[in-house]
T-cell receptor, first 108, second 110 residues
Framework: GQSLEQPSEVTAVEGAIVQINCTYQ??????LSWYQQHDGGAPTFLSY????GLEETGRFSSFLSRSDSYGYLLLQELQMKDSASYFC?????????FGAGTTVTVRA | DTAVSQTPKYLVTQMGNDKSIKCEQN?????MYWYKQDSKKFLKIMFS???????INETVPNRFSPKSPDKAHLNLHINSLELGDSAVYFC?????????FGSGTRLTVV
């Protein structure tokens, strides 16, 4: 089976930087993904790391270390609209298994 | 143009009823999924289909029966609905690492 651990909640002010860590245990690992979900909305794809290293997409970056079974999502220059749940997910054969999610609250 | 569309958006029904949720994707992806999100926001895989063939059935009760008439459609039929089936059900499709989710169907069983 798979297990993923990520913090349940993070609060930060506008303009700050937040890092959400994710550790995982799985077999048949293909890569680590991150998804954002606003209340009442659908999960939306943010990033996917198949190889070790940092991937940057605008204000969001994602990192993977396969040897440590660890990754993180970095949210920079936080904006109010970034208040949402963020899920890490491991990709195996024909499925994505999700962590329990991290609720990020951005304060003015 | 909506990439993954599912209907209905809301479904309120009584225990014991049978209901269906429809899903269509226009992305040309080969693989489609059903996920269930509970009240604690935990997203759990239910089924994976690749090119109309069932690949994964993640210990879902057999009251849930997916059907894929073609690779662009994956419907979910639920028999004898129970209170515990209340949740948000998401359809998704993928090609490679990124999944595209539909907007979800909020099912409430009363």
């Amino acid at each position: 089976g798979q297990s993923l651990e990520q913090p349940s909640e993070v609060t930060a002010v506008e303009g700050a930087i937040v890092q959400i860590n994710c550790t995982y245990q799985t077999s048949g690992f293909y890569g680590l993904s991150w998804y954002q979900q606003h209340d009442g909305g659908a999960p939306t794809f943010l990033s996917y790391n198949a190889l070790d290293g940092l991937e940057e997409t605008g204000r969001f970056s994602s990192f993977l270390s396969r040897s440590d079974s660890y990754g993180y999502l970095l949210l920079q220059e936080l904006q109010m609209k970034d208040s949402a749940s963020y899920f890490c997910a491991v990709r195996n054969d024909y499925k994505l298994s999700f962590g329990a999610g991290t609720t990020v609250t951005v304060r003015a | 143009d909506t990439a993954v569309s599912q209907t209905p958006k809301y479904l309120v029904t009584q225990m014991g009823n049978d209901k269906s949720i429809k899903c269509e994707q226009n992305l040309g992806h080969d693989t489609m999924y059903w996920y269930k999100q509970d009240s604690k926001k935990f997203l759990k895989i239910m089924f994976s289909y690749n090119n109309k063939e069932l690949i994964i059935n993640e210990t879902v009760p057999n009251r849930f029966s997916p059907k894929s008439p073609d690779k662009a459609h994956l419907n979910l039929h639920i028999n004898s609905l129970e209170l515990g089936d209340s949740a948000v059900y998401f359809c998704a499709s993928s090609e490679g690492g990124g999944y595209t989710f539909g907007s979800g169907t909020r099912l409430t069983v009363v």
